[in-house]
Structures are given as structure tokens and as C-alpha cells.
């Protein structure tokens, strides 16, 4: 039994977003949040930008109204924010709901959104249009069994969230942690002497300002992009040609060294080298070697801290044009300086919890893979083949009815 093909136009209506005047946003809170790009997402939303004039009701989103983008990063969701304003670049899909589970849509989209991507006009950005997305083929499952389909996603996509959460457990722990050994810095409880990075014995030098030749084969460029709240990111890691790095600028890092971003809308984010990353290749940003009073575990803690995150470097960023620190700005820091044993017990506990972060993001990823595995044998049919077998005739009729609405929309 094959499923019953057709374009997508046949089975959903497509709102797309509005071109608003960005001079007319405003960034407190005045009026509708407007959902970009960066706000398609399944997880909780924020960034906003808002609007407080008049619109068109034709652009207003509601909670698990289906979105998908078609610029840049493509991605499709269920919108889990506030009401909202749609953005232009971004397309609400209502499906037809005698032909097709909403939920199934959801999945389809998802699996095939890099066929979705290949539609776009590949410039700089690519940028995919509507007139294309509307006649992307579909082929549509009989009602109960995209149902079934769904059902068994569903279950797959669960343990995936599960674990995320379980993922994001260690990230939490390490603040209250610190919080817990180091009292808060924003009011230092327990007295510790404070003095600058520099006074401490902490030097601060610059990462490269152009990037060495690339290399298959050579070794790690860490850029701003890498450095993610603590951790260095290994997704979009530029290799370089080991020679090619001016052996004058000491651009190489070395454990235990802190990364600290120097420009850009990451400024101030935080990362320390770790053995994987030692002899990896500093970027453009700014390199803190802690020297002998303090640890990379601690300084890192610490500079990612809201009394230097939402004071110091707020107001250091705020001075410029662009965010934005130097070395000078970087070594003046006020640090409390714990006694060196407490640092290093503060250490050890942060080594294991990042044991345990790698494991869990290896296991992660092999349910990612499974996840993906399930996907597609969802869409080639596999996945329900003997569920069919066990439901053929409620199923015939059911495409039969799918024929009919098809023909009848077609015939108009």
C-alpha cells in the first residue's frame, strides 16, 4: 500500500510573517514580544523584542501554533511562549485536519528540513520562499496510522528530553557549589582579601587576531563561537595548520588556562582549557593564565558569576559602542582570594561533575542517533509496516477518504 502523495499546499495553509519596522521595536516589554528566528525553538523562549503599535491580527501566535523558519537556521516548532507577533522569514502552517495530524506535520518537517534548506536562494544567507515550500512533495499516511506514528515518536522524542534535563542537572550544580564554598562575591561573607587577577598573579595576553592558515588534519582554532557558559563547544571547530601559528604571539593554550570572550555579542563568556583542549590554538579573544594563587576552575566560576557577568563586565561593555573588553580591563578584575587549598578542593569536585557532563552528552548523542534511526524508517514506511498489515482495511478507507478531500480541494 503506498501513501497517498501530494505538495504540501494540499494539505496546510501557510500564514507567513510581517516585515516590521525594526526602528519601532523596543526592548522593555512595552506591547507583543515578536518572534525572529533565534525565538523558533522548542525550548523556552526569551530575547525578545517588542512592539507596541497597531497590527494585524493575521500575525498574531498562540501557544503550539506551528512555525517554521526559512532563513538561516532552519527549524520547525510548536510555539511555547507568550503570545506573539510573527516576523517576517517565518511561516505559521495550519494542517488540514481531515488529511493530517498536526503533530505528524511537525515530525515531517522536521525530517526533511534540510531538503527544506536546499530549497532556499543560496547567498550569504540562504532564504527559502514560500512559492517553493508550498510544492514540496508529501506523502501522507492514512489518519490512524500517522496517529501511530506519532505515538511511537512521541515515546522516542520523551527519553530525549529526559535525558536533557538530566543534562542540564551539573551545569546547575556547579554555581551552588561555588555559592556554597566561596560565599557570594557580591557581598564576600567570609572575608577573603580581594585583589586584582594582576595582583594575584593571574597574566591576561590576547589570542590571535587572524586566523592561521586551515588544515584538515591540524590542530583547534577556539573561537568566541566555541565558549559556551563554562564549556568549549566542539560544533563549528576550525582546524589550522600548526606552523602557520606566529610562534612570538604564544597563541597556544595550555589546561587550566581560562578563555574569556573579548568582542562581540558573546563578551565576557567564560571557558577553561581543559587537557582535551591543551595545544589548541587561542582565537580572538582574551587567555587568563591564573599563575600560582589561583585555579582555572575557580577563576572561570567566578568570572561566570551574575556580580561579574551583570556588574563589572556589564559596565565595562557598556562603555563602547560594541561590546567589548581588553587585557588591561581583564587583569584589573576584583578577585576574593580564597586560601589555594579550598581552591583546589573546589577543583577536584568540578572535575568530576564535567566526567559526568561527558558522559552524559555521550549518551546523549547515541539517543540522538536513535532518535534519528526511528525518523526515518517513520517516513519510508518501515517503522509501522506490520501495524499496517494488522489494520489494512480500516486503513484503505481511510486513504480513500484522503483521496476524495484531495480531489474535492483540487476540483475547486
Known amino acids: 500500500m503506498k501513501w497517498v502523495s501530494t505538495k504540501l499546499s494540499e494539505v496546510a495553509s501557510f500564514q507567513a510573517g510581517n516585515a516590521w519596522k525594526s526602528s519601532n521595536f523596543n526592548d522593555k516589554g512595552l506591547g507583543l514580544p515578536v518572534i525572529r528566528i533565534q525565538n523558533v525553538t522548542d525550548s523556552n523562549v526569551s530575547n525578545f523584542v517588542f512592539w507596541d503599535l497597531d497590527f494585524d491580527k493575521r500575525y498574531l501566535i498562540h501557544k503550539d501554533d506551528l512555525l517554521l523558519s526559512l532563513s538561516g537556521s532552519f527549524r520547525a516548532c510548536f510555539w511555547n511562549g507568550p503570545e506573539a507577533l510573527l516576523n517576517q522569514r517565518i511561516v505559521r502552517l495550519v494542517e488540514r485536519s481531515e488529511i493530517i495530524e498536526r503533530k505528524w506535520l511537525y515530525y515531517f518537517l522536521n525530517y526533511h528540513i534540510q531538503q527544506i534548506a536546499g530549497l532556499g536562494r543560496h547567498a550569504l544567507i540562504s532564504n527559502v520562499s514560500l512559492t517553493d515550500l508550498k510544492k514540496l512533495k508529501i506523502q501522507i499516511p492514512p489518519i490512524s496510522e500517522q496517529r501511530r506514528i506519532v505515538e511511537i515518536l512521541d515515546q522516542a522524542d520523551a527519553l530525549r528530553k529526559k535525558h536533557a534535563e538530566a543534562d542540564a542537572i551539573p551545569a546547575r550544580i556547579l554555581p551552588a557549589l561555588f555559592y556554597k564554598m566561596f560565599g557570594d562575591p557580591a557581598t564576600n561573607p567570609m572575608g577573603w582579601d580581594i585583589m586584582t587577577l594582576a595582583d594575584g598573579g593571574a597574566t591576561v595576553r590576547y589570542g590571535l587576531g587572524q586566523p592561521p592558515d586551515s588544515d584538515p588534519s591540524g590542530v583547534p582554532l577556539i573561537r568566541a563561537t566555541n565558549i559556551r ?150 517516513f519510508n514506511g518501515d517503522l509501522t509496516a506490520k501495524w499496517r498489515e494488522a489494520h489494512m482495511e480500516e486503513l484503505l478507507a481511510e486513504m480513500e477518504a484522503q483521496v476524495k478531500a484531495l480531489k474535492l480541494e483540487m476540483a475547486h
Open 229 to 378: 557558559r563554562g564549556v568549549i563547544n566542539d560544533e563549528d571547530v576550525l582546524l589550522v595548520r600548526r606552523e602557520s601559528v606566529p610562534e612570538k604571539r604564544n597563541a597556544f593554550l595550555s589546561a587550566d588556562e581560562v578563555i574569556v570572550v573579548r568582542s562581540g555579542a558573546y563578551t565576557g563568556d567564560v571557558a577553561q582549557v581543559t587537557e582535551r583542549w591543551a595545544g589548541s590554538v587561542a582565537g580572538y579573544d582574551l587567555v587568563v593564565t591564573p599563575g600560582e594563587s589561583f585555579c582555572g576552575e575557580y577563576i572561570e566560576s567566578y568570572l561566570l558569576t551574575p556580580h561579574i557577568q551583570n556588574n563589572y563586565f556589564a559596565n565595562l561593555k557598556s562603555r563602547s559602542g560594541q561590546p567589548h573588553l581588553n587585557a588591561a580591563q581583564l587583569s584589573d578584575t576584583p578577585v576574593p582570594q580564597p586560601p589555594k587549598e579550598i581552591q583546589l578542593g573546589f577543583s577536584a569536585h568540578v572535575k568530576a561533575i564535567r566526567q559526568l557532563r561527558v558522559r552524559l552528552s555521550d549518551s546523549g548523542q547515541r539517543l540522538d542517533v536513535l532518535f534519528s534511526t526511528i525518523l526515518h524508517r517513520a
